[in-house]
């Protein structure tokens, strides 16, 4: 379910300053010539897992950055599930993704900039609108959103 209520932007300098952290793990991930996504995830207030793309490096498409920011949180906390937890990433999260985000119970995706051409929190489709599901997220988009958008252009132009 996408959300846009005050209760969830009510802090809007916290969300941005999360953001923030996770375009620099987007920066990263550009030095090491991944596509710049980055994702961190938080848990009453405080950051507790970190990630960006390493699919390149480690030669898995299961090396996107919110996979990477989950894994890390997971081990911080000694658990799979990150119950009242929050992801924020630069880019809208794919399908797998989003399926990771919804096994290991995150409260609340933000996001900066949707992906039309994978978004599955909206842009594309959305997986939470899915009935029946036992675990829904709540999504938060538009955060930083030019900045997050900006470093993915600025990155394949180089490429080009």
Known sequence: MIKNDKSKLS?????????????D???KAELMGEVPIG???VKDGFVIGKGHNTREGHESPLGHAELNAISSACSKLGSWRLTGCDIYV???????CVGAIYQSRIRTIF?????VK???CG???NLFEVKGLNHY????PGILKEKGSTIITDFFKKKR
């Not at 630069?90 to 797998?96: G, L, N």
């Not at 996001?111 to 992906?115: I, K, L, P, Q, T």
């Open 90 to 96: 630069t880019i809208e999260p794919c399908p797998m």
């Open 111 to 115: 996001y900066g900039a949707n992906d």
């Open 39 to 41: 994702a961190i995830i």
């Open 25 to 27: 793990e987007a920066k």
């Open 123 to 125: 842009s594309l489709f």
């Open 137 to 140: 997220c709540e999504v938060v």
């Open 118 to 120: 994978a978004g599955a």
């Open 11 to 23: 802090d809007l300098k916290f969300h941005e300053t999360m953001m923030e952290l996770a375009l």
